[in-house]
T-cell receptor, first 117, second 109 residues
């Protein structure tokens, strides 16, 4: 299957600072990437859809000014958590598909554990 | 409302037994259904993808079935091993991918 690489795997930051998480598709081009958040013992919640060369589409209830998404190239999307607070502590996972369309397989990164202290 | 449900939330079996994991969904107009494995603190590994037109998919010891009319998919893992211990997630694509809460599996030696 296709490889999606996410970095860093763990990050601890101070409250009020910003943190950037990278998601790369290593062996394919991804016009669309997805960012999810996962709370302990819960399912993945879609935060936003990242489109190469255009603005991200955010799900209802997700603050676009807090969670900045940039999809600068066909292989890289970044999620920046701005002015992080302890309640932003969570597991963030990105996903990408190798081809457009709704019948394609989704591949996921390794996830990033964010802890805000 | 489109929802994905996985029951039970947790399952423990002795090594060698077959595993049966259930996934149900509310709207049969799906594009596809995908099963994933998630180890603690890690990302998701894709196990099987079943397109809407398919009834099942197989990969090694894994077999997944799909019955759209009843809104169900079942993941079978034959001859379970301790290395199969993980959380198994079912995800249904209705446009966007929607996940169940997962079934946490423990295979005891």
């Amino acid at each position: 299957g296709a490889v999606v690489s996410q970095h860093p795997s763990r990050v601890i930051c101070k409250s009020g600072t910003s943190v950037k998480i990278e998601c790369r598709s290593l062996d394919f081009q991804a016009t669309t990437m997805f960012w999810y958040r996962q709370f302990p013992k819960q399912s993945l919640m879609l935060m936003a859809t990242s489109n190469e060369g255009s603005k991200a589409t955010y799900e209802q209830g997700v603050e676009k000014d807090k969670f900045l998404i940039n999809h600068a190239s066909l292989t890289l999307s970044t999620l920046t958590v701005t002015s992080a607070h302890p309640e932003d502590s969570s597991f963030y996972i990105c996903s990408a598909s190798g081809s457009p369309g709704t019948n394609t397989e989704a591949f996921f990164g390794q996830g990033t554990r964010l802890t805000v202290v | 409302k489109q929802e994905v449900t996985q029951i039970p939330a947790a399952l423990s079996v002795p090594e060698g037994e077959n595993l049966v994991l259930n996934c149900s969904f509310t709207d049969s107009a799906i594009y596809n259904l995908q099963w994933f494995r998630q180890d603690p603190g890690k990302g998701l590994t894709s196990l099987l993808l079943i397109q809407s037109s398919q009834r099942e998919q197989t990969s090694g010891r894994l077999n997944a079935s799909l019955d759209k009319s009843s809104g169900r998919s079942t993941l079978y893992i034959a001859a379970s091993q301790p290395g199969d211990s993980a959380t198994y997630l079912c995800a249904v694509r209705w446009g966007k991918l929607q996940f169940g809460a997962g079934t946490q599996v423990v295979v005891t030696p």
